[in-house]
Nanobody, 124 residues
Framework: QVPLVESGGGLVQAGGSLRLSCAAS????????MAWFRQAPGKEREFVTY????????YYANSVKGRFTISRDNAKNTVYLQMDSLKPEDTAVYYC?????????????????WGQGTQVTVSS
């Protein structure tokens, strides 16, 4: 098990910014990639972005490219999601996820470990 704990969600006006954090306790060598997904009410959970622990390589969904930035702090076993220029359609519960393997994976089923989620609400 790799417990993941998210924090940093909240309410922000359109055009504003938020930063989410995800701490992976006991990560050690068991994780190769961490990702963020989100789920809006009545919709399926969707991929947002991921980062590889070793190389720092990243990949973004088109809907957030240029507005969101994922980063990592290996010493703290923590991944961050900086969200800028937020839009009302970014409103969702954001989930941190982790997996082994370095191939690009963007589906929910590809990730074995999940956080509890944190609510992000963007008002218009």
């Amino acid at each position: 098990q790799v417990p993941l704990v998210e924090s940093g969600g909240g309410l922000v006006q359109a055009g504003g910014s938020l930063r989410l954090s995800c701490a992976a306790s006991g990560r050690s060598f068991s994780i190769d990639a961490m990702a963020w997904f989100r789920q809006a009410p009545g919709k399926e959970r969707e991929f947002v972005t991921y980062i590889l622990w070793s190389s720092g390589n990243t990949y973004y969904a088109n809907s957030v490219k240029g507005r969101f930035t994922i980063s990592r702090d290996n010493a703290k076993n923590t991944v961050y999601l900086q969200m800028d220029s937020l839009k009302p359609e970014d409103t969702a519960v954001y989930y941190c996820a982790a997996r082994r393997g370095v191939l690009r994976r963007t589906k929910v089923d590809d990730y074995a470990y999940w956080g509890q989620g944190t609510q992000v609400t963007v008002s218009s």
